[in-house]
């Protein structure tokens, strides 16, 4: 049975850091890739990182570059995000996904991710 399941969300105050991991289990934990994407209440769901599982190919979105870090244990079956200099508007539901590896606009997109996760709430207060 397909399966991600997120942990390490939490509160934290703003310049803060938190990680947070995603364990796959049956097709997901041969995706060509693996990503995630955040949404707060009222917006879009925003892809945030995405790693690919064979290459190590690595996209950031733009409003966490140089903040968030993405990385894999391909041994574990499990993925990552470090978060580092944690802002208010970094307060979101976090989702791990898992799917192909889109090029272009498609590497950030929902669009290109068959398996989520229930995700896991981070709160960056100010």
């Known amino acids: 049975r397909a399966q991600l399941v997120e942990s390490g969300g939490g509160s934290v105050q703003a310049g803060g850091s938190l990680t947070l991991s995603c364990a796959a289990s049956g097709y997901t934990s041969i995706s060509p890739c693996m990503g995630w994407f955040r949404q707060a209440p009222g917006k879009e769901r925003e892809g945030v990182a995405t790693?690919?599982?064979?290459?190590?190919?690595?996209v950031y979105g733009d409003s966490v570059k140089g903040r968030f870090t993405i990385s894999q244990d391909n041994a574990k079956k499990e993925v990552y995000l470090h978060m580092n200099s944690l802002k208010p508007e970094d307060t979101a539901m976090y989702y791990c996904?898992?799917?192909?590896?889109?090029?272009?606009?498609?590497?950030?997109?929902?669009?290109?991710?068959?398996?989520w996760g229930q995700g896991t709430q981070v709160t960056v207060s100010s």
């Open positions: 790693i690919s599982t064979g290459g190590g190919s690595i």
């Open positions: 996904a898992a799917g192909g590896c889109g090029t272009g606009y498609y590497a950030l997109s929902a669009m290109s991710f068959t398996y």
